[in-house]
């Protein structure tokens, strides 16, 4: 477990989290960057939690549980979940709550929400991380889930989390990052780029699942440095800006409203 660090002085905010990547959309065509993720999400949103199992070696449930007790989540609080897609870490945070009723799930893509089997009681609403569909000062945790890599402006997301977020509300954001070591890192690359496509080739029942999961490497290479995220929240007024790390390559984002 590597210790905790501090944000950089936030000069330089984030807005696009990764420089575009010609091979999957034009270069500079931000409709078009959206209309391929929301394309490409709703047609695997079948295969995505078989999937999910495979990349995370069955451990994601576990830890994802763990990720958010550290960042405190408990009983009595009111969670918007970001980018929920299938659902797995609403599925985490209600097994810490136990309050589907105070629950609300967030994703532009429909057909990943469709796919979710959380009780009807959650409330999933269609929406964007730059734009969350709940009221100001209306929850007390809000959760994102390796979606920063997809969103389109970052900074406009910060400011939306410190907009949701009660004073004192906790913010998790979890994210993938490239491992540190030029060995290491070949090795997450050959397995994220290489190995899970090859198995989803073999066990999906969508034709793009391959290509999302070689997609999922290419953005985590290529997205922003930790301290350029740290900077962009606490430049949107986020306080205790922090960031957790562990096995070298789960990194926690947390801050206060």
């Known amino acids: ?12 905010q984030v807005h696009l989290p990764h420089q ?3 091979e999957y959309y034009r270069t500079g065509d931000h409709e078009g960057r959206e209309r391929f993720l929301r ?5 695997t949103a079948v295969d995505y939690n078989r999937l999910e199992r495979i990349l995370g070696l069955g451990t994601g449930s576990w830890y994802r549980r763990q990720a958010l007790e550290r960042a405190g989540l408990k009983p009595g609080m009111d969670v918007v979940d970001v980018g929920m897609g299938t659902g797995l870490v609403s599925r985490e945070v209600l097994h810490i709550t136990g309050e589907p009723g105070r629950l609300i799930g967030v994703d532009p893509s429909p057909g990943m929400m469709g796919e979710s089997t959380l009780p009807r009681e959650v409330e999933c609403r269609l929406g964007r991380a730059e734009q969350i569909p709940v009221p100001d000062a209306s929850a007390d945790f809000i959760v994102m889930g390796y979606a ?17 977020l009660r004073p004192g ?3 998790l954001i979890l994210e993938i990052t490239r491992a540190e070591g030029r060995v290491a890192n070949a090795l997450l690359k050959a397995y994220m780029r290489g190995v899970v496509p090859l198995l989803a080739r073999v066990v999906s029942r969508a034709e793009a699942s391959p290509m999302l999961w070689r997609y999922y490497w290419d953005t985590i290479e290529a997205c922003v440095p930790p301290a350029q995220v740290m900077a962009t929240l606490a430049g949107q007024g986020l306080l205790e800006v922090e960031r957790h790390v562990e096995l070298g390559i789960f990194s926690e984002y947390r801050a206060r409203g």
């Open 1 to 12: 477990m590597n210790p905790s660090t501090r944000p950089a002085e936030p000069d330089h």
């Open 20 to 22: 575009p990547l010609p």
């Open 39 to 43: 394309a490409t999400f709703d047609s």
């Open 148 to 164: 920063l890599r997809h969103i389109a402006d970052f900074a406009a997301a910060a400011a939306e989390f410190r907009r949701v």
């Open 169 to 171: 509300g906790q913010l």
